[in-house]
């Protein structure tokens, strides 16, 4: 069974500064099997990145993907107030997908 | 518009099923697959299962095995996720998510729908 641990569960920043969300598998996994999605409160979640690092239609370039084998980044520079909300990674193993528990970021 | 529209939300006694709807539109519905994922409150997102809707072939998460049920109606561009013996740990917003065929990611989500299990 594939386990997707995220790190930090919080991180508490200020519009301007940038963020670095961390996701590891517990097996190696391509990195094409990797997304990122953002969730604000009592909304779904919104597709960010896929690949690892391919931007989703209509995401800045504010949001940067990358990684490979068991370890992927989000990185998230000069935050902006609409950027705080939780970030979950995803993976996919056959026959299973995965998601990590989430990564609040906080103002 | 392209959209996932789900059902409102349920209110079941331990034991029961709940079944839940998610209709498409403003795409061809019958090229991407659906997924069904929980989110409890304050934790994350689960995966719980698939449907591939050009075959009606649906496979589940291991720990949901023989309680979930996945269907779909062409004719209506509807899935439907149905979950039986139910109990207060099944309580959640549940959503559906569109994938493009070995896109391994969710590119649309519906907006979700609470279930609560409450005796």
């Known amino acids: 069974e594939l386990v997707l641990t995220q790190s930090p569960g919080a991180l508490s920043l200020s519009p301007g500064e940038s963020a670095t969300l961390s996701c590891r598998a517990s097996?190696?996994?391509?990195?094409?099997?990797l997304a990122w999605y953002q969730q604000k409160p009592g909304q779904a979640p919104r597709l960010l990145i896929y690949?690892?690092?391919t931007r989703a239609t209509d995401i800045p370039d504010r949001f940067t993907g990358s990684g490979s084998g068991t370890y992927f980044t989000l990185t998230i520079s000069r935050l902006e107030p609409e950027d705080f909300a939780v970030y979950h990674c995803?993976?996919?193993?056959?026959?299973?997908?995965?998601f990590g528990q989430g990564t609040k970021l906080e103002i | 518009q392209v959209q996932l529209v789900q059902s409102g939300a349920e209110v079941k006694k331990p034991g029961a099923s709940v079944k839940v709807s998610c209709k498409a539109s403003?795409?061809?519905?019958?090229?991407?697959?659906f997924h069904w994922v929980r989110q409890a409150p304050g934790q994350g997102l689960e995966w719980m299962g698939i449907?591939?809707?050009?075959?009606?072939?649906?496979d589940s998460a291991q720990r949901f095995q023989g309680r979930l049920t996945m269907t779909r109606d062409t004719s209506t561009s509807t899935v439907y996720m149905e979950l039986s013996s139910l109990t207060s740990d099944d309580t959640a917003v549940y959503y559906c998510?569109?994938?493009?065929?070995?896109?391994?990611?969710?590119?649309?989500w519906g907006q979700g729908t609470l279930v609560t299990v409450s005796s």
């Open positions: 097996q190696s996994v391509p990195a094409d099997y």
């Open positions: 403003g795409y061809t519905f019958i090229n991407y697959y």
């Open positions: 449907i591939r809707p050009s075959g009606g072939v649906a």
């Open positions: 998510a569109r994938e493009r065929p070995e896109g391994y990611r969710f590119d649309l």
């Open positions: 995803q993976q996919y193993l056959y026959p299973a997908y995965a």
């Open positions: 690949a690892a690092s």
